[in-house]
DNA sequence: CAGAATCCATACAGATACTG
DNA sequence: CAGTATCTGTATGGATTCTG
């Protein structure tokens, strides 16, 4: 069967590891980790500098429903990681260049296993929502 | 070498599936999903009942610094995707038990792998972050 | 072009008190 | 025991205006 026991094993591991009931929360790497992707505009980015550099300009007409501030914020907190290189030409007017570093195209794969796994099972995930929300507006 | 480049190809297909320059941002699949796992407690739930069910009670003493408020709504965000199943046993008083669904099961591998990927990387982020904190602080 | 700065609304999350 | 209800502070994120 399909019964991911190495799986599960891997995170009890890493479950001790973490210490999970002491107080290192904040510095776990995992969660850190999850910070980062998990804020409304990461993923997109490295999704999008996956395929190419880009300058801000194009990554701003790429993801059109995107605030000027807030590609400006995840870029620089995706720099701040180490997962994109930021990039000034010195030309007139000036062009900033954004590219993955090694490190974050070494996220691409986990993250393509996660965007795997959403593509899968949406439908479930969404059945289980119509099941969830008719039975709470039945009470 | 180490090239993630099938796992770039799928990314972009996914890209290009979810129609990334549309306005479908919302609805997306993989935007679903990371707003369940991205949020503070989600992870650490799946992963703590990886281990076997627990009952509500023992959560919240498996996981000393999380609020009553947060565990209930996210047992039950987890429970409305399906993730978790949400067990009254009717006895005096109520005890309740949660434990992981097959899809939510299914979804420890995916989160295995990120987890892999945090502790592997953790330490390159860090240097990246003083790094770059450093230069800020010259500056 | 590539941003910084400011203002503002809402979402998220903790503390506390109460209930079947 | 397993929650709900309320109140409140903080973080997130958008709109707008301004700059080298």
Redesign the interface.
Known sequence: M???AN??R???D??R?QN??G?S?SEC??R???DQ???KWS??ML??L??KPYRFGELRR????ISQRMLTQTLRDL????LILRTVFPTQPPSVEYRLTP?G???????????????T??G??Q???R???GKADAA
């Open positions: 399909k019964r991911p799986a599960s891997g995170i009890q890493v479950l590891a999970i009931s107080q929360l790497p995992v850190q980790v999850l992707i998990g804020d993923t997109l999704l999008s996956s395929e790429l993801i059109p429903d720099q701040r990681n180490g490190l195209e070494s996220l691409l794969e986990p993250l393509g296993t996660l965007v795997r796994w959403a593509e099972h949406y479930r995930i059945s289980a929502r099941h969830f929300d």
